[in-house]
């Protein structure tokens, strides 16, 4: 065996020193905003104990009381109809408005604001605190050459005509891809489709349309280890944000064709379909179910949530998910991988689709205390697991897969096919917004708390 000279040896231990000091600067780095997180929570306090002295203890109770009114008024006007409707909204309305005039009237009001701005800041802090230094890596992926055959399905319609507009078929085509158009006439069985183009030789798969036709294909795609192309020209494209793509110019995902990269990614389950987002039960896919939803989306909630959130309308859930039973919520959503919880911001993105879990958000709000308790953490369970059984008082229900909805026997089961779906993305693409980690106190105080950096251990040195 070849040794490595003193000349590697000595680059390694260079490359191995930078290293640890890009590492011990994170490490540093992290604990002084961890303290500086702490420093700022003192600072809140400090501005509510010495501006407002006694009346800093009135200060937080009127404040949780209007945050309390405005939980249990948004529940009563989503929850009834007519006179008491309205009467809920103006509790929203003017519940916040009522704390801030009490807070104003005794010339508080500015040692509020700083307060608030103060445990922001220090919020802020503390998440970069908990974030700096994890190394947090994105998906990996591989280099492949260009596709011989690709087979792409375009929707017309969706996203608003985003296929004529960004002239997605002449582009494809020009990079040597054969397109096939959903313009029918009559209905177009993209399934059929698909699996024809992979009977003729086609060695890659793709979609330019909605998350629900791209579940679809995708699915076909797995079952034949074909390689998956997904081109955001829908209207939300959230499985196109999870991969890192560019949502305002769908064009730009065909670069995959020429310049690609592949990643292995989960593909979700339920039943006999699959689904790249989420499958959702409950009031949602209720709501969506009715015939009038497509016209009116806002008007056909209010009018169908009252029935459901009252239970004379939808069947009542069982949610199993490994050890844990949840009889009765009112809304379940199950995602392939897990949704970011740990801000608003975060809401709705997955910063990986590759960590072989489930995500499971299970919503128990039946009542305006209920609603009140989420400002403690009630009424809202999330969970991971690697299996998902949802079952009913009823033989059949709704269930919204990738924002389609159908009807499937129950019990319905989800679970996860880990790494199934190799899909090609261009090598130059936005990328994934890294996550947030929640804001843990316990391990703040642990990291703020450390003295030292750490131990620098000493690369081996191979001798002959």
Avoid at 295 to 311: C, F, I, N
């Amino acid at each position: 065996m070849q040794l490595p000279g003193p000349r590697v040896a000595a680059v390694g231990a260079a490359s191995y020193s930078a290293d640890m000091v890009v590492r011990t600067g994170k490490v540093i780095s992290a604990r002084w905003l961890a303290r500086a997180a702490f420093a700022l929570v003192l600072a809140a306090a400090a501005d509510l104990v010495g501006f407002a002295d006694l009346a800093s203890l009135a200060m937080v109770a009127v404040g949780a009381a209007g945050a309390c009114l405005t939980l249990a008024g948004g529940y009563w006007f989503l929850a009834h109809r007519g006179v008491l409707r309205w009467v809920a909204f103006a509790v929203v309305v003017l519940a916040p408005v009522a704390v801030l005039v009490i807070f104003a009237l005794h010339g508080l009001l500015w040692v509020a604001l700083v307060a608030v701005a103060l445990i922001v800041l220090a919020a802020g802090a503390g998440r970069r605190a908990l974030a700096a230094g994890t190394g947090e890596a994105g998906m990996p992926s591989r280099d492949v050459p260009p596709p011989r055959h690709a087979f792409l399905i375009m929707n017309p319609r969706s996203g608003g005509g985003k296929v004529a507009r960004f002239g997605l078929k002449d582009k494809a085509e020009a990079l040597g891809a054969e397109v096939a158009l959903l313009d029918g006439p009559g209905t177009v069985d993209v399934a059929a489709l698909a699996r024809q183009a992979v009977a003729d030789g086609a060695d890659l798969l793709g979609v330019a349309g909605g998350d629900g036709t791209q579940a679809l294909v995708a699915g076909i795609a797995a079952e034949h280890a074909l390689p998956f192309l997904v081109i955001s020209a829908g209207t939300r494209n959230h499985f196109a944000l999870d991969l890192g793509l560019d949502r305002e110019n769908p064009a730009a995902c065909l670069d995959a064709l020429s310049d690609g990269v592949e990643q292995r990614i989960d593909l979700g389950v339920i039943g006999d379909r699959t689904f790249v987002n989420n499958a959702s039960f409950g009031a949602y896919a209720e709501v969506v179910r009715s015939p009038a939803y497509r016209d009116d989306k806002r008007g056909t909630t209010l009018q169908v949530l009252p029935e459901l959130l009252s239970g004379h309308r939808g069947a009542t859930l069982t949610v199993r998910a490994g050890a844990v039973t949840v009889t009765g919520p009112q809304a379940v959503l199950v995602s392939n991988n897990a949704y970011e919880m740990g801000d608003i911001a975060g809401l709705g993105h997955r910063a990986r689709l590759d960590a072989g879990t489930l995500g499971i958000v299970v919503i128990t709000v039946n009542s305006a205390m209920g609603a009140v308790g989420l400002l403690g953490g009630g009424g809202v369970m999330v969970l991971t697991a690697d299996e998902v059984v949802v079952d009913a008082d009823e033989p059949e229900i709704p269930v919204g897969i990738d924002g389609e909805t159908v009807m499937m026997p129950t019990p319905v089961r989800c679970a996860l096919r880990p790494q199934a779906l190799r899909v090609r993305v261009p090598r130059d693409r936005p990328g994934v917004r890294p996550p947030k980690p929640r804001i843990d106190w316990s391990a703040l105080r642990a990291l703020a708390s450390r003295r030292s950096a750490p131990a620098r251990t000493e690369p081996q040195e191979i001798r002959a």
